[in-house]
């Protein structure tokens, strides 16, 4: 049985160039929440494979729209030969944003340290709250590591202060920039609700963020930022919300409509 095609508007960006796909078909979109993998498939006429190597790069970021608003972006790999549409095309999986968090590691701390400086500490465990006892920088997302000073010096790490630190660092160690909490709407009470000893050392920050969400009690998702880059926006609800947690397929091609 054929692929079914798209009946809405869709159009496919590469990030190489910027080229707007006009014959590529959007097959499906299907986004995750809580750290489970979100895809898209593509599918590439004939025509267009000998353009593989000129035009699409390795590992490159491909930008989805519906009229002139992006769905889904992810990064393009493994490309396929698929031989059920009516000629020979490449299908291709679309990997979204839960992939990138799995591409680098919670490594060390940004702390405070003795005389007033800030430094990357990579041989530091990265734990907030460990044992209960704050470590902290008063007012500014670092740890404080200056275990000579005054505990009244360290506060403790409230769970919207976690999240923001984890967006922060992998936005400074991946420089394409995936996450961002700038139009975050936090739950009531994030901003004094802490932790005990949250320990995210050499977890992935897909692990670290579906960790702490856990604890939290939230469900969380990464929706598109409406650009050609990477930036997805930070989504957290209370779990028991009526969206929170749940899967959302946007366009499946038996319907062809969006949800």
């Not at 936005?171 to 936090?186: E, H, K, L, N, P």
Request: glycine share 10%; proline share 4%.
């Amino acid at each position: 049985m054929g692929l079914e095609r798209a009946t809405v508007s869709f159009t496919v960006h590469a990030t190489s160039g910027g080229a707007e796909k006009t014959k590529w078909k959007v097959l499906s979109v299907d986004h995750q929440a809580n750290g489970r993998h979100s895809v898209a498939t593509v599918a590439i006429p004939e025509e267009e494979v000998q353009q593989w190597d000129t035009e699409i790069e390795p590992d490159d970021l491909i930008a989805i729209k519906r009229d002139t608003t992006v769905i889904f972006k992810g990064r393009l790999l493994n490309p396929t030969i698929d031989w059920s549409g009516s000629f020979e095309e490449i299908s291709g999986t679309l990997y979204g944003p839960e992939w990138e968090l799995e591409r680098a590691h919670v490594e060390g701390i940004h702390a405070l340290v003795s005389g007033g400086g800030h430094e990357q500490l990579t041989g530091v465990p990265c734990i907030f709250n460990p044992d209960g006892v704050g470590n902290k920088e008063k007012d500014e997302l670092e740890f404080n590591n200056d275990l000579t000073a005054d505990s009244t010096e360290r506060e403790k790490w409230d769970v919207e202060s976690v999240i923001k630190y984890l967006v922060d660092r992998f936005g400074a160690d991946v420089a394409s920039g995936i996450v961002s909490y700038g139009s975050t709407v936090f739950p009531t009470g994030a901003d004094t609700f802490y932790l005990p000893h949250v320990d995210v050392n050499r977890r992935t920050y897909r692990e670290a963020f579906s960790e702490l969400m856990e604890r939290a009690g939230y469900a969380w998702k990464l929706e598109p930022a409406n650009s050609l880059d990477a930036q997805h926006n930070l989504v957290i609800q209370v779990r028991g919300d009526s969206t929170g947690g749940t899967k959302r397929k946007l366009y499946l091609p038996a319907s062809g409509t969006a949800g």
